[in-house]
């Protein structure tokens, strides 16, 4: 049997195979930077070159990779690229707080002020914001956690409190310009309270973090020893470091170990404060009948207090607590604690 004659691929020939291997979506994107000339030509070329041989295909990949292999991609500039193709993925103040994780170090030397504002109290964030107009607060808030945010905005005057909120639902893009515009303003701001601007560092968030993400034996030896030191201080740690969302990470059987501890009421009061998908892992570790029992309760429970939630919530913490010590239930990934 006679082979097939290869294909002659010429340069549009081949830009026309790597186009249509790539995605809809992206090959649209590369598709919208062509001139019209560059478009009519690809688009008839795509059009007319019938059926591609998968030699046909590997010959068009081998090219391009022949013609960049001397190319390289340079280091410089690396982060001002990578938020470039950020900006037209999500957004300015997205990307911003995106990068912000990615590369901290960059992002606050750019933005020493708002570098500089994460690290605030945030009564002295509402102080310094108290001034400003409704919108670029929303804009400064944005570039802080929710949590910081949220109590730079208990800072701020009452009155001041709805129109942020209303600005910051209703936001929408922020260019670049504007929020180089309010990084002057909160710099001379900062300049003239230099030196007496506390900085707010630790706590027992960052600390029961750091406990967490440490080995275990960090945590058996060093909270013993801080609760002879300080019994009200060992107890706030271990409560920030054990929160129910930590139970997500059970498995079904332990799960079921769990639920069997714990009273009716208090589960579904408990539960009541989840998401529905995240009460599914609950509903996983009992039999469907149970399961569908415990949705009715929960739906006929209708609107509960928060604190209520809460309590039951550090109630069945507690019965997990319990059940850990006694090796009844165990967490973890398999260090040497746990066998």
Not at 5 to 26: F, N, R, Y
Not at 310 to 318: D, G, I
């Amino acid at each position: 049997m006679t082979a097939p004659t290869p294909q002659l691929l010429g340069g549009t020939d081949k830009a026309a195979i790597m186009v249509m291997l790539l995605a809809e979506e992206d090959a649209s994107k590369i598709l919208g930077q062509l001139t019209p000339d560059e478009l009519r030509q690809l688009a008839g070329t795509m059009c007319g070159i019938g059926e591609v041989e998968p030699q046909s295909i590997v010959d068009a990949i081998a090219g391009f990779s022949r013609s960049t292999e001397n190319s390289g991609i340079s280091g410089h500039g690396r982060v001002d690229s990578v938020r470039k193709l950020l900006n037209g993925a999500v957004g300015e103040v997205k990307t911003d707080n995106l990068m912000r994780q990615v590369a901290p170090e960059a992002e606050e030397a750019s933005l020493p002020a708002l570098g500089l504002l994460r690290w605030l109290d945030p009564k002295i964030i509402g102080e310094i914001l108290a001034d400003e107009h409704p919108q670029a607060i929303a804009v400064l808030l944005l570039q802080l956690d929710a949590d910081v945010a949220a109590a730079a905005l208990s800072a701020l005057p009452e009155d001041l409190h709805t129109p942020v909120l209303h600005r910051v639902a209703k936001l929408g893009p922020v260019s670049r310009q504007a929020i180089d515009i309010l990084e002057g303003t909160l710099n001379a701001k900062i300049e003239k309270l230099h030196g007496t601007i506390p900085l707010t560092m630790g706590g027992i968030k960052h600390a029961a973090e750091i406990i967490n993400q440490s080995h275990r034996s960090v945590e058996k030896r060093v909270l013993p020893t801080i609760g002879k030191i300080d019994k009200k201080l060992a107890k706030e740690l271990e409560n920030e470091m054990f929160k129910f969302e930590h139970l997500f990470a059970l498995d079904m059987k332990m799960t079921g170990v769990l639920l069997r501890e714990v009273e009716s009421d208090t589960l579904i009061m408990s539960l009541k404060g989840l998401e529905e998908d995240r009460r599914e892992q609950f509903y996983g570790a009992m039999s469907s009948r149970a399961a569908d029992g415990l949705r009715d309760e929960i739906e006929l429970r209708g609107r509960v207090k928060k604190s209520d939630v809460e309590a039951a919530q550090k109630e069945v913490v507690a019965i997990a607590k319990r059940l850990i010590a006694q090796g009844d239930i165990i967490m973890g990934e398999g260090d040497e604690d746990y066998v």
